[in-house]
Structures are given as structure tokens and as C-alpha cells.
């Protein structure tokens, strides 16, 4: 009998050196801690691989995969059979009732793929290949044998006990999930930002919400956008840190005292102090946003080289260099976007420029901002009345 088990491939290639063990050990750890709310599982490691057992019972796959194809770091996750019986008729008999069962009379070409790393099995990987591709052929004559392009490719592994699958399903690749550091992201309830949380988590960065909300200038349905779209990034991330910082007070004092058009670089400014004193805090090392080269008024070089300048730490901006429409596909494949597309009532118009300046000159924003005698003072404030959400 052979035993329906998760076989999940991790990247190889970043995971090499010191960091192996830790990575795959950290692998490990969120695949547990996915599951553990579905059943009874067990993770075991085998050479380049990781695989998911059910204590439970029969492994439902669709369940099993909804969970794990998340986590970054995997390459593929493959839904397999496990035979314990170490025999070519186990084999046989496998393949074909996996073949009948997965693919039925579908008019399909196929192969077979064999690999035995276990040299104690007496026949070598052709040999095996060639065995169990007869054997279904003879069986199912709605397969015929394609070596060079098939439409399915049944995988035979050989190792201390017997693999096989015919389904390789690609995951989203990224090194694991905090691996690399930790980083405040700025999220606001639009497209770009959750798109450029996600990439950095991806990128193994440990990644904590900041939203400025400035009630009620922004409503109750922006603030409740931004924490649906943090909810879909913890689906990802397995947790996640959101502050919720009040920036009514600031904001009008900045409406009150700065010219109008350059109204939008200031408050960039005042939002990346305030999100680096929150990074300090919680000793991240980066800020992330999502701010995309060119895209609106305050996204020109001149403008990111105004807003940059009040920061010390590194900013990544992971979408930079992307096209409006190629964020929105990131969003579209990782369920932001429906979210920040949601309509809802803004009505914080007179904080919006009818023209505002393009190319802000740093050394005016600064002499502006030095005649701002208020203006830390209610950075400290937001920060310090800040709401935690953790979801
Ligand atoms: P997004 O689609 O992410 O809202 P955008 O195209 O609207 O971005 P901007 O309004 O210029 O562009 O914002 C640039 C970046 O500044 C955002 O991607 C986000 O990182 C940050 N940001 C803007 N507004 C807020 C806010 N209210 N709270 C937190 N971060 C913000
Ligand atoms: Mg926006």
C-alpha cells in the first residue's frame, strides 16, 4: 500500500553555505505552524527536500497545499505516493492505479522519469523507467509514449523508501521568511504598497505594518482596507505587526504651515521619520514603500531624493523600476488587489494639491521645515499614540 504524502522542494541554490540549516530548520517550522490548525502532521527531511506526512489519516492534498504553497522559500510542492514496499511490482501497481486515478481515459503522451539514489534496489533508473512505462501502456491505451514533450511526466524516485508523482507545482520561490532581517514596511490602504511588502517578505525580510491614518479625513473603511490587505500579507508571512498611527494633528498643522504645493513632500517626510522611529524601536533595518519611479507628483527623482533625505536607514523600494500594470499582476496573483481596489468615501481632498511641485528643491523643504518648531514634537506624538494591531 503506498501513503499519500506532501513532497516539497526548497531553492537550492540560496540556501548553500552556513545558512542551510537554519534556513531548511526555519522551513520546517512554518510548515508546522500552517498546518498545525488542520490536523496532525509531521515534516521530515530527506537529501534536497522536505516531506509532509499525515498522522492523521489519509492526507487530503488540496488542504495541505492551500497551506504550504505560501510559505517562501519553497520551490514546489508535489503531491506523492509513498511505497514502503521496496519492489518493482510495488511499483507497478502504484504507477498504474496513480495514472488511472489522476488522469482516467484522458487521451494523454507520457514518460517516465526514474532516479535511484538507493543502490541497494537491484535495478537502475533506465531499467525502471522503461519497466513501468510498459506496464501502463499495456494498461491504459489512451497513453502513448512521449520521451521528448509529454504531457505528463511520472516521476519514479528511488531512495530509502519509493516516490512517485506526476504533478510539480510551483510555489513562489524567496528565501524563508525572516531570514533576512527585519524591515517597517509603509502600508497604505493602495495597490502599490502591500505589492511591495509582499515582494520584501518574500526576500526572507521579517516586515511590520505602518499605516497613517488621519481620521476623519480618512475613514474607518480605509483604515479596516488597510487591515484586511495586512491579514492577506500574514497569510503569507504567518504573522504581522501593524501600527495604526494617528496623523490627523500632524497634517493639519502641516496644512497650516507650508506652502500648498509642497504639502505631499512634507508629509512623505513627516511619515518616513515617524515609520524609522518605529523601525528603531523594534530594531528592523530598512524601511520599505512602495513607491514606483515616476508614477505620481512626488515620485520623481527629485521628489524620492526630498523624501529620502530624512532617513538614515535604507529605503527599499522594490517596485521602483515596475510599470503600474505589473504591479497590479503581483497584486492580482497574491489577493491584494481586489482589496485595495475596494471603493470607500475619502474625503481628505484639502490635503490634495491641484498642483503640486514636481521637482522639490531639498534645500528649500529644509528651510521650511526648520520654522516647523511643532513639527518633532507631533512625529513623537503620532508615534507614541500609535495602535498595535497584530494579526
Ligand atoms: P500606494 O498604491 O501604495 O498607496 P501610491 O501610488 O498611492 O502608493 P503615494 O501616495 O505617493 O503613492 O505613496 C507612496 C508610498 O508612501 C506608498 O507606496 C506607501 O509606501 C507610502 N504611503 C503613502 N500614504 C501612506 C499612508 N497613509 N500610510 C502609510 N504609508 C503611506
Ligand atoms: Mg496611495
Not at 500632524?250 to 497650516?256: A, E, G, R, V
Amino acid at each position: 500500500m503506498a501513503e499519500k504524502v506532501m513532497l516539497v522542494k526548497y531553492g537550492e541554490i540560496a540556501m548553500r553555505g552556513d545558512n542551510q540549516f537554519l534556513f531548511i530548520n526555519r522551513l520546517i517550522k512554518t510548515i508546522r505552524r500552517n498546518l498545525d490548525p488542520i490536523g496532525d502532521f509531521y515534516v521530515v527531511r530527506d537529501p534536497g527536500r522536505l516531506i509532509v506526512e499525515d498522522r492523521g489519516g489519509e492526507m487530503d492534498y488540496d488542504a495541505v497545499m492551500a497551506k504550504v504553497m505560501p510559505i517562501f522559500g519553497l520551490v514546489a510542492v508535489c503531491p506523492a505516493l509513498r511505497i514502503a514496499d521496496m519492489t518493482i511490482e510495488a511499483i507497478r501497481a502504484e504507477a498504474y492505479q496513480h495514472m488511472k486515478a489522476v488522469y482516467g481515459d484522458r487521451q494523454m503522451t507520457f514518460k517516465v522519469s526514474a532516479r535511484r539514489s538507493n543502490k541497494g534496489f537491484s535495478m537502475g533508473s533506465m531499467e525502471i523507467a522503461a519497466d513501468v512505462g510498459e506496464y501502463i501502456l499495456d494498461r491504459m491505451p489512451n497513453m502513448t509514449v512521449d520521451v521528448k514533450n509529454p504531457d505528463v511526466t511520472l516521476y519514479v524516485e528511488v531512495r530509502n523508501r519509493i516516490y512517485l508523482y506526476s504533478q510539480i507545482i510551483k510555489t513562489y520561490g524567496g528565501l524563508p521568511y525572516g531570514s533576512s532581517g527585519k524591515g517597517v514596511s509603509l502600508l497604505s490602504g493602495g495597490i502599490d504598497s502591500p505589492v511591495a511588502t509582499w515582494m520584501m517578505a518574500k526576500r526572507g525580510v521579517e516586515v511590520e505594518g505602518v499605516y497613517f491614518h488621519s481620521p476623519p479625513y480618512t475613514s474607518e473603511w480605509a483604515k479596516q482596507k488597510v487591515i484586511d490587505l495586512a491579514k492577506r500579507i500574514a497569510d503569507f508571512t504567518g504573522e504581522f505587526k501593524l501600527y495604526v498611527v494617528p496623523f490627523t494633528d500632524l497634517q493639519l498643522y502641516l496644512l497650516d504651515n507650508v506652502p500648498h504645493d509642497k504639502l505631499t513632500i512634507h508629509l512623505k517626510r513627516a511619515m518616513m521619520r515617524a515609520a524609522e522611529q518605529i523601525a528603531v524601536q523594534d530594531e528592523a533595518w530598512s524601511l520599505i514603500t512602495g513607491e514606483s519611479v515616476g508614477q505620481v507628483a512626488s515620485q520623481t527623482m527629485q521628489g524620492i531624493y526630498a523624501i529620502n533625505a530624512v532617513c538614515n536607514m535604507p529605503v527599499l523600494r522594490p517596485l521602483a523600476g515596475m510599470d503600474k500594470q505589473e504591479i497590479i499582476d503581483i497584486g492580482t496573483k497574491i489577493g491584494t488587489y481586489d482589496i485595495s481596489i475596494r471603493p470607500y468615501e475619502d474625503c481628505c481632498t484639502i490635503f490634495v494639491a491641484k498642483h503640486p511641485q514636481i521637482k522639490p528643491r531639498l534645500h528649500v523643504i529644509e528651510r521650511i521645515e526648520k520654522k516647523l518648531t511643532n513639527l518633532d514634537q507631533h512625529i513623537a506624538d503620532a508615534v507614541a499614540n500609535a495602535e498595535i494591531i497584530e494579526l
